[in-house]
T-cell receptor
Framework: DQQVKQNSPSLSVQEGRISILNCDYT??????FLWYKKYPAEGPTFLIS?????DKNEDGRFTVFLNKSAKHLSLHIVPSQPGDSAVYFC??????????FGDGTTLTVKP | DAGVIQSPRHEVTEMGQEVTLRCKPI?????LFWYRQTMMRGLELLIY????????DSGMPEDRFSAKMPNASFSTLKIQPSEPRDSAVYFC????????????FGPGTRLTVL
């Protein structure tokens, strides 16, 4: 059973518009969530995180929202830039410290 | 700091051979993680260490896989014997203070088992 799901394998947006990437989870014991960005032939790089005691965290163009009742988090990128084109993974960490990743969403930002 | 270093970057081997992947974490990081990425299963955690001690190896697929961390600056992931279904990209990552701390990933090792 996949505990972290990114239901959209791909997303395409126009430069300057908002990108919204979604992630759903099933385990209510997760207490920390992260987003990573991955370019081809590179390892994932950390983007932004949020603790389960918060519902929003913002860092420049990136904002992560957490809806615990819906077990849903989203990453907003505004404005989107062509350099944001990459695969985005959400990850959840439980009390045991084990990370569980979603399958990723490929974002393409068109100039 | 050079970041997490993995070697080799690419490995092509034949079924049945032993494969050893290597990782050097960022200096001062107490946690080290091994991940595998495949098209079918995405990015999955295989095992992670804290202060060189394996904490959770529940993601290790089977006994053919083993991981060691003999000291704070080196870890290996060994597959013996290798099988074609082991073909994947293997990532090593490290974090400083806890398993919830930001993980810094290496560039990965692309393994192809023929």
């Amino acid at each position: 059973d996949q505990q972290v799901k990114q239901n959209s394998p791909s997303l395409s947006v126009q430069e300057g518009r908002i990108s919204i990437l979604n992630c759903d989870y099933t385990n209510s014991m997760f207490d920390y969530f992260l987003w990573y960005k991955k370019y081809p032939a590179e390892g994932p790089t950390f983007l932004i995180s949020i603790s389960s005691i918060k519902d929003k965290n913002e860092d420049g163009r990136f904002t992560v929202f957490l809806n615990k009742s819906a077990k849903h988090l989203s990453l907003h990128i505004v404005p989107s830039q062509p350099g944001d084109s990459a695969v985005y993974f959400c990850a959840a960490i439980g009390h045991a410290g084990k990370s569980t990743f979603g399958d990723g969403t490929t974002l393409t930002v068109k100039p | 700091d050079a970041g997490v270093i993995q070697s080799p970057r690419h490995e092509v081997t034949e079924m049945g051979q032993e494969v050893t992947l290597r990782c050097k974490p960022i200096s001062g990081h107490d946690y080290l993680f091994w991940y595998r990425q495949t098209m079918m299963r995405g990015l999955e955690l295989l095992i992670y260490f804290n202060n060189n001690v394996p904490i959770d190896d529940s993601g290790m697929p089977e006994d053919r896989f083993s991981a060691k961390m003999p000291n704070a600056s080196f870890s290996t992931l060994k597959i013996q014997p290798s099988e074609p279904r082991d073909s994947a990209v293997y990532f090593c990552a490290s974090s400083q203070l806890s398993s919830t701390d930001t993980q810094y990933f290496g560039p990965g090792t692309r393994l192809t088992v023929l």
